[in-house]
């Protein structure tokens, strides 16, 4: 089984003239790393919110076509099943970060599934640890660089165990020895048999992929 399928998608935002996605079909292995390349507003974004359900959750428009993951349409799954499956991270951490600490921003997920609170200390601990970000545990996360802010909504997320992760364009507030922290995460994530899918416009952020697909 496949652990992304996506089948004869298409994607109009309302009030939108055109669609910004017609009839795409792709499938992704368990275990696999791919990277989505194209030219900005080819809907590379867009295809990213479909593929994690915020759209049509969040995002409305005309929508057909399908989204299987691990063979269940992602809309027929409740948001507890989906974060659970399937974790998103933006180009810009703000959008992601709004607890007072870092601790308390990676507990919130898990929380809200009610993990057990030794299992998030353990997670936290590990987490923090693999982000090189022990010392700033219980700082504000808006005092952090951009980078920084960028590694703790990548940690959030990670925090709630998904089985795939999408990363669209992470690493472009990212200074150099941060994108090879990121790049080491990920390569562990996969080798724990992870399922990641990288958007990005730089091809030395994405030699970690074992396919490229060109949106167009």
């Known amino acids: ?21 017609k009839d795409v079909n792709f499938s992704v292995r368990k275990g696999e790393t791919v990277a ?26 005309e929508l057909s076509g399908e989204v299987l ?32 600490t870092i601790e308390d921003e990676l507990a919130f997920g898990p929380e809200n599934l009610c993990v057990e609170r030794e299992e998030i200390c353990n997670r936290i601990d590990k987490i923090l640890k693999t982000m090189n970000m022990e010392k700033y545990r219980y700082d ?24 795939i992760l999408i990363c669209d364009e992470i690493m472009s507030w990212i200074d150099d020895e941060g994108k090879e922290i990121i790049k080491d995460v990920l390569l562990k994530l996969k ?10 416009h730089d091809y030395d952020n994405i030699k970690i992929a074992d396919r490229i697909f060109n949106l167009r």
Not at 40 to 59: A, V
Not at 74 to 94: A, D
Not at 191 to 200: A, C, L, N, R, S
């Open 36 to 61: 989505i390349i194209g030219q900005s507003g080819c809907g590379k974004s867009t295809l990213c919110n479909l593929i994690c359900g915020l759209i049509p959750r969040l995002y409305k428009g």
């Open 1 to 21: 089984m496949n652990a992304v399928e996506v089948k004869n998608l298409s994607f109009k935002y309302n009030n939108s003239e055109g669609y910004v996605l």
């Open 69 to 100: 993951i691990f063979g269940e349409n992602i809309n027929r799954l409740s948001i507890s099943e989906t974060v659970s499956k399937i974790g998103i991270i933006f180009q810009n951490p703000s959008t992601q970060l709004f607890s007072p």
């Open 191 to 200: 080798e724990e048999g992870k399922t990641i899918i990288m958007v990005d």
């Open 140 to 163: 504000n996360p808006n005092n952090l660089s951009g980078g920084q802010q960028q590694l703790v909504a990548i940690a959030s997320v990670l925090m709630l165990a998904p089985s």
